[in-house]
C-alpha cells in the first residue's frame, strides 16, 4: 500500500504547498512536518508526509557497512 | 556492499530454505515489477501478506459504500483501487452505472472543493489504509472542524500492521523475516516493529520502493536469518530506507492521529476480527463518521475464495483452485484479485509462479 | 459581454439552424471540390488495393495541453490507416453534438480537425451532423480510407526471430496529460497527438522491410506488443532501460501509481523491422517530426529455452526478468 513520491517545494502556502515533481505541480497540503522552499518532500496521497534527508547516500552507505558486520 | 555483490549473495545463498513476507502491496508490485523473484536464489521464497487496504476492507464496507451513494443527497468520494471492489452485491463501479453517485480523487484535500461547491450534497470520502494514510485522514478531519464544513463525511476502514503481523506470528505463519512497509514506517518510525522483532526473534528490514532497495532490504534480511542460526539474536529491526525513515517516525503526525482516532479492533477480509489492528474516529468526532462502526460482516464472493490463506501467507495465489480459471482481474473472485496491488492480481498480470 | 452562444436542438432539426450551423462552421473550414458537390454521398477516384478503418472520439475534456478532439479524431484514424503502409487519402466526419455545447468552442475544434487533416494529406469528403440532448459535449466519428501500394504485406502477425523493436517516442504522454487534467494536476505534460504519415513514409521510401507497424493507443506499449506476440507466435523481449519515457510523465505515474507501459499514446508508433535495417529505421524516424524520441526497445525472439510463443518479457533495469500481459481493467490513478 501506500504509493508516495518524492518531490521539491517550490512555495509554501497557508495549508498547502506547491511541490514540483518533474514538471508536474500538486499544491500538497502541509500541517505533518515543517518545510521551506528547496526542501525535498515525500507526498502522499496530496499530503507532505515527511522531508527527505539530503545525506542520503551518505546514511545509505552507513546501512552497507552495517551489513557487512552484519554476520 | 554493493548492487551487484547483494545480487550475487542472494543469487548464490545455499543455506535453509526461508520464507520472507512483504507485507506491502507496493512491496509486492515493485517485486513483480522489477523481476526480483528471479533474482534470488530458490531457496528464498517471497511471500505476500495482508498489505493492500482494499484487499483486507470486508464486504459489509463496500455494501456500505454502495448504500451511501446511491441515496439522494450523497456522493461517495474514493481513490480508483477501490473502484472495482465487489460487495456481496456488485461494485462501486456497478453502482455508479446504476445511477450512483462516486467521484474518484488523487487526494482526500480535493473534497473540500467540491463540498464547497454543492452545500446540498453530503460527500463520503472512502477512507481506507494504513499507518501511511491515517494522517492525512487526520487532516482532513482538523480542517473540517477548523472550517465547520457541515456536508463532509468519513466511511472509515483504517488497519495497522503490527496488530495483524502478531496475528501472522501467533497463529504459527511459516515465516522468517519480513520486508517491512516503508512508508508506513515514514510515520510510525522504525520502532514499531521493535516489540515484533523481539517477541518472535525474528528479523524487519524497513524497505523502500525502487529495485536496488528492495534487493538491498532483502539481503539484509536473509543475512540476519544467518546470524541467527550462529546463535546470535535474530530479532533485529534494519532501516534500509534512512532517507525518509527515522527510528521516531514522523511524531507529528502520529500525534495528529491519536488525537481524532483511537485504536481499535478491525474486521479483515478472510480473517476476521484481529484485536487492536485498526482506528476508528473517536467518540467525541463520531459526528463526522458516515457509520463505520458496525461494519464487520465479511461475504466470500465465491465460496472456494482463498483470498484469507493468500493474504496470511498460507497459500500462493497459484494454488487457489479458483485462480486463472475461473478468477481473473476482469472477473475477480476475491479482492486480492481486484486491486492492482493485491497478491492475486500481481501474480496473475506478471505470470509470477 | 455578449453572451455565448450554444448548441441548441434546433441545431439538428435538419431545417434552417442545421444548414446555417453547417454554412458558418463546416463548410468554411472543410471546403473542397467533393464536398462542394452538395450530393447525398461522395464520389471519389480511386482504385487497386484501399484500407478502410473507423473510430469514434470520446475525450474529455474536448480542448487538452498538446491538442483538441478535432486533432485527434484525425490523427487517431489517420494513424490506423498507416499502420497498414496505407497511404491515407479520405475522412468522413460524423459529429454528435450535445445540446449546451459552446458554438465558439465548435469552432475551433472544427478549424483544428481541418488543419490537421491539411497536415495528414487526407480530404474530407463527407459529414453528418446531429444533436442529442446533454451537457454541452461533442463526439465524433471518424472513417478513413487509404491506398495500399500493392505487394506491401505490413500486418501484426508479421514480426520474425532476430527482429529489431523500435517506438518512435515517448511513451504515456497523451494518457498523462488527459488525466492531469482531469484530475486538475498542474503539468507541463501535452498530449503527443500526432498524424505519423512522414514517419511511415520515411521507413517505406527508405527501403525498410517493415514487418508491422502499430499505433501505441489505448492499453499503452504493453497491450501492443502482447498483442504482436501472440499475433506472431513469437516471444518478445524488451528491455526496460531502452522504453523512453519523460521525466515528468515517469513522475506523474509515480505520483498516481501508474505503469507507464500502460498508458495511451495518440502519436507514436511501434515498429519492427529486421535487425540488420535496426540502425537505418531509428536514423529515419528520428529526422521526421514526430519521432525525434524513438528508440530502438528489444528484439523478437523464437520460442526456446525460457522464452515461450506469444508472451512478452521485459528485463528490468536491476536484471531482472518481468513477464507483461495486455492491460487488465481501467487505468485507474490510486495510492494504494
Partial sequence: MCVAMPGRVLSVGERTALVDFSGNRVQARTGLVKIEPGDNVLVHAGCILQKVSDREMEEMNAVMREMDELL | MNLEEIKQYLKEYNGPELKIMEVCGSHTGAIARNGIPGLVSDRIRLISGPGCPVCVTPSSYIDRLIDLCLTPGVCVVTFGDLMRVPGSRMSLQQASGMGGRVKIVYSPMDVFPMAQREPETTFVFAAVGFETTAPVYALMVEQILEDHIENIRLLTALRTMPGIIDRLCAGGADIQGFLAPGHVAVVTGSKAFEPLAAKYSLPFGVAGFTGEQILTALCGIVKACERAKSGKDGGLVMNFYPSVVTREGNTEAQELVERYFGVSDAVWRGMGMVPASGRLLREEFAALDAGSRDLTEDHKINKACCCDKVLMGKMKPTQCPLFQKVCSPLRPQGACMVSTEGNCYTYYVNHRE | ?336
Fill in chain 3, 1 to 336: 459581454m455578449p453572451e455565448t452562444v450554444r448548441i441548441t436542438m434546433e441545431h439538428g432539426s435538419g431545417g434552417q439552424a442545421t444548414g446555417e450551423l453547417i454554412g458558418e462552421i463546416f463548410a468554411p473550414a472543410f471546403r473542397n471540390e467533393v464536398l462542394g458537390q452538395m450530393e447525398d454521398s461522395a464520389v471519389v477516384s480511386g482504385s487497386g488495393r484501399i484500407a478502410v478503418t473507423t473510430d469514434s472520439f470520446v475525450v474529455t475534456p474536448l480542448v487538452f495541453r498538446g491538442g483538441d478532439i478535432g486533432r485527434l479524431c484525425v490523427c487517431g484514424t489517420v494513424n490506423d490507416l498507416l499502420m497498414r503502409g496505407a497511404v491515407p487519402r479520405y475522412l468522413t466526419c460524423g459529429f454528435i453534438l450535445e445540446e449546451g455545447l459552446e458554438i465558439e468552442l465548435l469552432r475551433r475544434i472544427v478549424r483544428s480537425l481541418a488543419e490537421t487533416a491539411a497536415e495528414a494529406g487526407v480530404q474530407i469528403i463527407a459529414g453528418d451532423t446531429k444533436v442529442i440532448e446533454g451537457n454541452g459535449g461533442l463526439i465524433i466519428n471518424t472513417t478513413g480510407v487509404g491506398s495500399v501500394p500493392d505487394g506491401l504485406d505490413i500486418s501484426a502477425g508479421n514480426a520474425g526471430e532476430g527482429d529489431a523493436v523500435l517506438v518512435s517516442g515517448t511513451m504515456g504522454d497523451h494518457h498523462a496529460a488527459i488525466l492531469g487534467e482531469r484530475l486538475q494536476i498542474e503539468s507541463d505534460i501535452e498530449s503527443d497527438c500526432a498524424p505519423l504519415g512522414e514517419i511511415v513514409k520515411g521507413l517505406l521510401d527508405g527501403g525498410i522491410r517493415v514487418r508491422t507497424l502499430r499505433d501505441v493507443t489505448r492499453g499503452g506499449l504493453g497491450t501492443v506488443l502482447k498483442e504482436l506476440a501472440e499475433a506472431s507466435g513469437k516471444c518478445f523481449i524488451i528491455e526496460e532501460d531502452a522504453v523512453p519515457v519523460s521525466a515528468r510523465v515517469r513522475d506523474f505515474c509515480g505520483l498516481l501509481g501508474l505503469d507507464p507501459l500502460y498508458m495511451g499514446n495518440e502519436g507514436k508508433l511501434v515498429a519492427v523491422v529486421p535487425r540488420e535495417q535496426a540502425a537505418e529505421a531509428l536514423e529515419i524516424m528520428k529526422n521526421a517530426r514526430y519521432g525525434s524520441g524513438a528508440a530502438v526497445i528489444g528484439k523478437v525472439a523464437g520460442a526456446g529455452e525460457g522464452t515461450e510463443a506469444g508472451e512478452l518479457l521485459m528485463r528490468t533495469q536491476i536484471g531482472g526478468v518481468r513477464r507483461l500481459t495486455v492491460l487488465q481493467g481501467e487505468g485507474l490513478p490510486r495510492i494504494c
